[in-house]
């Protein structure tokens, strides 16, 4: 069974960069037939879809992000990395790395982030 | 982009009652659509895709059926365990999802 363990700073300062780790078990994320994405949920609002990074690495982002987002993998660790640069209070949220076809199969925990100084 | 809108935002419901939740996209997205349950503090949970299918290990009691643009998830008799919020996606234009805001279900 495929298991999602994220990893990260609960608390960033504005302009300053969010990373986050999610720590794949159960499964290879170099691998297989399914993709590997970033989710993000505000307080209260509807799910965003962040982007997603293939077993081949190549990505897909979110158009409304996608300048200041980087998604890569440590494949070494089996482990999703996700970058946003410039933050501002906006993207205060739950981070949830998730496995995915079309549909989400498995999330990660989620990972509560604010950003404030 | 397409946007999911979600009716109603909020349904006071009492357990054992039938429920139905309606899902509505700005254009067609044939039956690329699926929903999914969250409990406050956990990931959400897939529950149906492809509009009508219940994924592993979800009880009969949950079904999904449309296609286009409406869709509905029913449940047919509530359980205490069901008091959650749910959302519906569409990945009919992948790369890209979208979600719709949510529908509570709360005690009457």
């Known amino acids: 069974q495929v298991q999602l363990q994220q990893s990260g700073p609960g608390l960033v300062k504005p302009s300053q960069t969010l990373s986050l780790t999610c720590t794949v078990s159960g499964g290879s994320i170099s691998s297989g037939s399914y993709y590997w994405s970033w989710i993000r949920q505000p307080a209260g609002k509807r799910l965003e879809w962040i982007g997603r990074?293939?077993?081949?690495?190549?990505?897909n982002y979110n158009p409304s992000l996608k300048s200041r987002v980087t998604i890569s993998a440590d494949t070494s660790k089996n482990q999703l990395l996700l970058e946003v640069n410039s933050v501002t209070a906006a993207d205060t949220a739950v981070y949830y790395c998730?496995?995915?076809?079309?549909?989400?199969?498995?999330w990660g925990q989620g990972t509560q982030v604010t950003v404030s100084s | 982009e397409i946007v999911m809108t979600q009716s109603p935002a909020t349904l006071s419901v009492s357990p054992g009652e039938r429920v139905t939740l309606s899902c509505r996209a700005s254009?067609?997205?044939?039956?690329?659509l699926a929903w999914y349950q969250q409990k406050p503090g956990q990931a959400p949970r897939l529950l149906i895709y492809?509009?009508?299918t219940r994924a592993t290990d979800i009880p009969a009691r949950f079904s999904g059926s449309g296609s286009g643009t409406d869709f509905t998830l029913t449940i047919s008799s509530l359980q205490s365990e069901d008091f959650a919020v749910y959302y519906c996606q569409q990945y009919y234009d992948w790369p890209m999802y979208t979600f719709g805001q949510g529908a509570k279900l709360e005690i009457k």
């Open positions: 254009q067609s997205v044939s039956i690329s």
């Open positions: 990074i293939y077993p081949s690495g190549s990505t």
């Open positions: 998730a496995r995915e076809f079309r549909t989400i199969f498995e």
């Open positions: 492809g509009a009508s």
